[in-house]
């Protein structure tokens, strides 16, 4: 049964997008329809060896960043700068680049939110921040110098360790604004934003902090580029660009692997309240569970109807937009489109998708998915589906096996609950829903302020 216990607001937001300066010009071109997908050039000069070629990836340019590569081993950083002194030298030192795009997004959400240093650096202050990947950038060259090149383990530096461990981020932003609450990581692949930010709900609901800085991260890497392609059936191909990916559409054929990073500042709703900060959006519920059905990467009907029902259980829970995980790949659209009706209907909200504009960020899909997610209910605004164009008439392949118990309608019934342009109505509550490998589910209800 669900627990009440504090009310949490969401008071402070950040992070890295692809190709945007920050987070606003992030809200124009999301409102406005536009890709922040493009080829891949560094992925593109393997050639034939990689069958996709799009992302939405950021250069360490882009986020005014400069490597300072090391003059003993080939390509690997020894640190970065930070051309717009946003991060100190000291904390540049231990960090790979997720860990300071994590960094900087922490930065503006604790402005945003307005904490002064003595609230940020309290016992009652947590930080929660994880990733799905490895510091890629890190270890590469380091295990190619000593492995393949027989050369001294020194040469790799002081910090490979905390540049590469899973919980880099974390202790990052931690050392960086000096917390003296939890600083932990929940590492639960492309669920993982969502879920660090869920349980940053769950320390303030249940008492144990006040405030916390939470997200998700993904720094761009080859590494998982590759891995993902691997895969043949997973990444998108064959499309441009703009049009690479195609949530729910008949002709999806893969999702498109990118990176970026969202952080959100957590208060306490009457802490927050009586010091009157600007309250983007209060968590209503957050639930989640696993598939139990034993199968790593197929999505499960039942699975994602028990996490409904988990949310459902509080009791307050009526969308009016549905944020969807909406990876493009054909069988995560169809499962998750029709758990959604099975369970909420088939009226009165619409779905959104926004990886059809910037592509799966992995580990920080949930918590840039959230960011979205506050901008809609800002704005009163439900972003696009772009290249949504045409929904299969026909039923899915699972819907015609023996023991299908879901919905039997095609997924083309319910071309009402998603647009390929924006759509401005009144929002009052969105249910953001993300999954990941190994069968875990992830679902939150954000309200506006009332």
């Not at 559409?249 to 306490?268: H, K, Q």
Request: charged residues 20%.
């Amino acid at each position: 049964m669900p627990v009440t216990g504090r009310k949490v607001a969401i008071v402070g937001m950040g992070g890295a997008f692809p190709t945007c300066t920050g987070l606003e010009d992030f809200e124009q071109k999301m409102f406005s329809g536009q890709s922040l997908i493009r080829e891949w050039d560094a992925v593109k000069a393997y050639g034939k060896n990689v069958r996709s070629q799009v992302s939405g990836y950021i250069t360490e340019e882009e986020m005014g960043l400069e490597p300072v590569y090391s003059t003993l081993i080939e390509g690997y950083p020894e640190a970065y700068i930070d051309k717009l002194g946003r991060i100190p030298d000291v904390n540049l030192a231990t960090a790979d680049v997720g860990s300071i795009w994590a960094m900087i997004g922490a930065q503006q959400a604790i402005q945003m939110a307005g904490w002064t240093t003595e609230e940020t650096q309290s016992e009652q202050t947590g930080v929660v921040v994880g990733s799905g990947g490895a510091g890629n950038a890190t270890l590469r060259p380091a295990w190619h110098s000593f492995f393949q090149l027989n050369r001294k383990a020194r040469l790799a530096g002081a910090h490979t360790v905390d540049r590469a461990m899973s919980y880099r981020e974390a202790a990052n932003v931690s050392c960086f604004i000096k917390n003296r609450g939890v600083c932990e990581s929940i590492i639960s692949a492309c669920a993982t934003g969502l879920g660090n930010i869920g349980y940053a709900y769950r320390l303030i609901s249940f008492g144990l902090q006040d405030r916390a800085v939470a997200g998700g991260v993904e720094a761009t890497s080859i590494e998982s580029f590759v891995g993902f392609d691997s895969m043949q059936v997973v990444l998108s191909k064959g499309y441009p660009p703009h049009e690479s990916s195609r949530p729910f559409d008949v002709n999806r054929n893969g999702f498109v692997c990118s990176f970026g990073c969202g952080m959100v500042a957590l208060e306490a709703y009457d802490l927050a309240k009586a010091r009157g900060a600007q309250i983007l959006g209060v968590i209503d519920a957050y639930h989640n569970n696993s598939d139990g059905d034993g199968n790593m990467f197929f999505p499960s009907f039942s699975g994602q109807q028990r996490l409904w029902d988990g949310l459902l259980n509080y009791g307050n829970i009526k969308p009016d937009v549905v944020k969807a995980h909406g990876t493009a790949t054909p069988a995560g659209d169809g499962i998750e489109l029709l758990s959604i009706a099975d369970r909420i209907g088939d009226q009165g909200y619409h779905i959104a998708a926004p990886k059809s504009q910037f592509g799966h960020m992995l580990g920080a899909a949930g918590a840039v998915e959230l960011v979205a997610s506050l901008l809609m209910l800002k704005r009163q605004q439900v972003l696009p589906c772009v290249n949504a164009q045409t929904l299969n008439p026909e039923l899915e392949t699972f819907q015609k096996a023996e023991g299908w118990e879901g919905p039997k309608q095609p997924m083309a019934a319910y071309r009402h609950l998603i647009s390929e342009a924006t759509v401005s109505k009144e929002i009052n509550q969105i249910v953001c829903l993300n999954y990941g490998f190994g069968g875990t589910n992830s679902a939150m209800a954000l309200s506006r302020d009332v």
